[in-house]
């Protein structure tokens, strides 16, 4: 393994490699123009290979790596340069990583590029590899001796957010027991959501037929609908049409829907990304109950109005009247339509020791004057 420490050789005018500079030094200048005799001879001349490079924040190294010119990176190495030399933000091997080069990568490999050090993230180089779903590299580092054990599941982890079945199956039996076993619960089931999710967008039309229902527009959405769309097809956010449209307040647009045959007792089946509200296993109706869409309970008593089941539990045994988040006039409609107040979810709790909890004073008058049992408050 190769020296990978990078000695900063500075003329006087350096005295802080990380000083700023308007200009590129002579090698830098040289490799960004490309110009492989230019660096040969500057080399010759003795010129320092790992010298810091304000200007560009990196090292000549770095910047071959990025112009994919594997023969200066090689003149460069040869000359003795730092292989884990690469910029401030990214070591040697990360940069070809990014720039999924595998050439540059073996040349780095062979010249003793550090396979283990972190980067990116505080990344090991393999879980950077496997974020740009290069198997080739991936393999590389493996049979160059890369630690694949590594915490939460190190590489297995990133290849399940990103839904690469290729890396997963590679890596999986190259762990350990431990790392197995934490894979088996948490990453298996990312892969396959993730996966999931990437063959969902590739169905444009049901994409664009929710986007349709989550900004209102009816006419679209009665368009598809007479063009024969599944309306009940979950998108690759995890929801429906319906949920989107609930969640959104899209009221006539929750009409139509309804009108074509909507299922109303659907649930999602994956953690959106809007607003960080909407979870796995919630109905229609939990969408509306738990939007911050102002007047919801308008929506709410209209999704129950058309046979919404107030009472069904869904992820973690929760029911709509638990998804309250201290709306007042969302909670009067819930009681009013007779919601089950003692119903408890998975953990045992239920909607005023989830108020309770929470600190929802407004929510903890209601549910109380409307009779919820006191059992269980602390």
Known sequence: MADK???YKRDDEYEDPYESSESETPLVAAVLSGDANAVQNLIDRGIDVDRFDACIEGWALGVAIEQNRSDLVKILLDAGASPDAGDISYNSLELAARQNDIDIFQLLLAAGADINQEGENDRRIIMTVAKYGNLAMVKLLVEAGAEVNLSYG????????????????????????????YADKY?????????????????????QFIENA?????????????????????????????MFAAYYGRDSVIETLIDAGANLDLTSDAISDEEGR????????????????????????????????????GEY???????????RPALKVLIRAGANLDLKDSEGNTALMLATLAGYGKAIELLKAAGASLAGLK
């Open 5 to 7: 420490s990078i000695d």
């Open 187 to 207: 990453c298996q089931p990312e892969l396959e959501q993730q996966i999931k999710k990437v063959e969902r967008e590739q169905r444009k039309d049901i994409e």
């Open 278 to 313: 909407l979870g796995v296993g919630m109905t229609a109706l939990m969408h509306a109950v738990n939007s911050i869409i102002a007047n919801r309970d308008r929506t709410i008593q209209l999704l129950i109005d058309r046979g919404a089941n107030i009472d069904l539990q």
């Open 214 to 242: 989550k900004l209102g527009d009816l006419t679209a959405v009665r368009q598809a609908i007479a063009s024969g769309i599944n309306i009940d097809e979950i998108g690759s956010k995890g929801q429906t049409a319906l």
């Open 154 to 181: 190190g590489a297995l982890s990133i290849a399940a957010e990103i839904g690469n079945r290729d890396i997963y199956d590679y890596l999986y039996p190259l762990v350990n027991r431990e790392t197995r076993e």
């Open 317 to 327: 045994g929760k029911t709509a009247l638990m998804f309250n988040n201290n709306y």
